[in-house]
């Protein structure tokens, strides 16, 4: 039993997670729907893709559920995504990029992202490879635009 138990410590304590300051917050005004439509347009006019947009509160609700407002949408751009995975085939387990933007408890309205070089660095990518500069600018811009800064 007492191996088990230390196999379990183990595996767990090898297991990344998620570290606050892996997370990127950015305060925005308006409502989250007001925020996800603003960085929809900023996407949009930088020339990516807007894959998705995915309603949490919608599908809580759906499901005789209660969440705050929640959208998370889902975008990228080959030339950026591209050299990652080339770099290393993993790189697509976590992209195309994604911005949660939520509601939180005192009503504050934030736009949320994995820091770019934390996250890649995670699935075994270059660290210093160019393309992770760029979505790290990409993105401080896109959230800046949907924030209303």
Known sequence: M??????LVLSLAATPAL???????????GSVAEVADRLVAAIEGAGATVFARVDHAGGAERAGMELAPMEL???GNPKL???????NPM???VLPMKVLIWEDA???VMLS???????LDEVGVDDDLPVIEQMEGALKKLTGAAAGE
Not at 19 to 28: F, P, Q, S, T
Request: hydrophobic content about 40%; charged content about 30%; overall charge negative.
């Open 73 to 75: 949408v889902i975008f």
């Open 19 to 29: 570290a606050d300051d892996d997370i990127v917050n950015v305060e925005a005004k």
């Open 81 to 87: 995504g591209t050299p990652a995975i080339q770099d």
């Open 91 to 93: 790189a697509g387990l």
């Open 106 to 108: 005192e009503g504050a």
């Open 113 to 119: 992202y994995q820091d770019p070089e934390e996250m």
């Open 2 to 7: 007492k191996p088990l138990i230390t196999a």
